[in-house]
């Protein structure tokens, strides 16, 4: 088992930036891949960026050129750098962590982006 928990999430003004911090514990070692998801009440959850452990990225369009996905140095902490934040950046980010033994999920942070 893996367990996931998210922290950075708030209330930032169009423009800004925020990071997300998600850490996992557990058996981390079968982690393959981690990635950040985003879930807005009346619409579909959108893939934002993901990481593997050799490095390659994968960003959604709307992420792209305006958020970075990373992963700490014992690759159990994963971290998505958004900058340039827009109103329709708000939703509940989750955290998700691929392995070996299936997908595990964080509870997730909140993303608000307004004035």
């Known amino acids: 088992q893996v367990q996931l928990v998210e922290s950075g999430g708030g209330l930032v003004q169009p423009g800004g930036s925020l990071r997300l911090s998600c850490a996992a514990s557990g058996s981390t070692e079968n982690i393959y891949a981690m990635g950040w998801f985003r879930h807005d009440p009346g619409k579909q959850r959108e893939l934002v960026a993901t990481?593997?452990?050799?490095?390659?990225?994968m960003y959604a369009d709307s992420a792209k050129g305006r958020f970075t996905i990373s992963r700490g140095n014992a690759k159990n902490t994963v971290y998505l750098q958004m900058n340039s934040l827009k109103p329709e950046d708000t939703a509940v980010y989750y955290c998700d962590a691929e392995g070996l033994s299936g997908d595990y999920w964080g509870q997730g942070t909140q993303v608000t982006v307004g004035s």
């Open positions: 990481i593997h452990n050799d490095g390659r990225t």
